[in-house]
Each structure stands twice: as structure tokens, then as C-alpha cells.
């Protein structure tokens, strides 16, 4: 038997995405073996390999889904519980998780992030994380220099931004 190679598609780039593209991304969740706070989330997160860490994150692949940098992907993880605590006992790493999970949902819904109408607020409220699974918004991406010389730098979202911001 051969195997004709002529008709492969040929080598995609491993090239990251430049500093400071905005993208219309959808976020896939890779799921993990650690179980979230809700019933939806059970096996979703993974646990941090760092040895005494009670940190748990999700795991999100995002794929570009139009323009020239269609189907490229970049990976972020996002801490959901665990890690270092703010003055109240909240994870920080939460927070900025929140944080970013918030505006995308602003940037997919066409929301204000002002907008604290019972409406828009309802629209916010997930039944657990699973629902940010194909999640599609707006964001502007950076690079995120590694630091462990034994890792590559990466792309990660900067921020999410409102829909009607034209992509490049």
C-alpha cells in the first residue's frame, strides 16, 4: 500500500495571532476531570498540576470564525476557584475570570456592560459554566509573553468588546 501525500492540505502556521488583533473567536471548553459547582459542570474543570494547589480552572480553546485569521486557534485557561485570596476570601483569579467571562457575554449578546436592567442582568446568569461552551464574541487578542523559559509566549484575550467593533 502507499499513501499519496499530494493532496494534504499543507502545514498550518504555528505563528501566533499579532498583538492587538480584533477577532470574532468561539470559545470551545475542553472539559477536565475535576467537577464544577453545578450539576451541568460535572468532569468540566481540570485541577492545577502544581503540587499543593487547590486551584480549578476551565480550560477554553478559542477559534477565529471569520476574516484572514479564520480558524486559527489560541488555548486560555481560566481559574474558576482556588489560588490566592482577596481581603474577603474570594480567589483573585476568580475575579478576573468573572471579569472576562462578563464582557464576553456582553460583547455575544450586544449588551452594555452599563446596563443593570433585571432584563440585561437575566441575560447574565448562567446555569453553570458548560453555557460558555460555543460561546461566539469580540475580542481583542495579545500575546502574552511566557514566564518559564520552558513554554512559548502565547495568545490570550485582552479584553472582550462590544459586537459592533469591525473586525481586521
Known amino acids: 500500500m502507499t499513501f499519496d501525500m499530494n493532496d494534504a492540505e499543507p502545514q498550518k502556521t504555528s505563528d501566533l495571532i499579532p498583538d492587538g488583533s480584533f477577532a470574532k473567536i468561539t470559545m470551545t471548553i475542553r472539559p477536565g476531570n475535576a467537577d464544577g459547582h453545578s450539576e451541568i459542570d460535572q468532569g468540566l474543570l481540570k485541577a492545577s498540576n502544581s503540587p499543593g494547589s487547590d486551584v480549578l480552572m476551565l480550560d477554553a480553546e478559542f477559534t477565529v470564525v471569520e476574516g484572514p485569521l479564520a480558524k486559527r486557534k489560541f488555548w486560555q485557561m481560566f481559574t474558576v476557584s482556588g489560588g490566592k485570596l482577596d481581603e474577603n476570601g474570594v480567589s483573585i483569579g476568580w475575579k478576573i475570570s468573572k471579569s472576562t467571562f462578563r464582557a464576553m457575554i456582553d460583547s455575544a449578546l450586544g449588551l452594555s456592560p452599563d446596563d443593570m436592567s433585571e432584563e440585561t442582568k437575566t441575560k447574565r446568569v448562567l446555569r453553570g459554566l458548560a453555557d460558555l461552551g460555543g460561546i461566539t464574541c ?31
Open 138 to 168: 469580540v475580542a481583542k487578542i495579545k500575546i502574552e509573553p511566557s514566564s518559564n523559559p520552558q513554554y512559548s509566549d502565547s495568545n490570550k484575550i485582552e479584553r472582550s468588546i462590544k459586537k459592533d467593533i469591525k473586525t481586521k
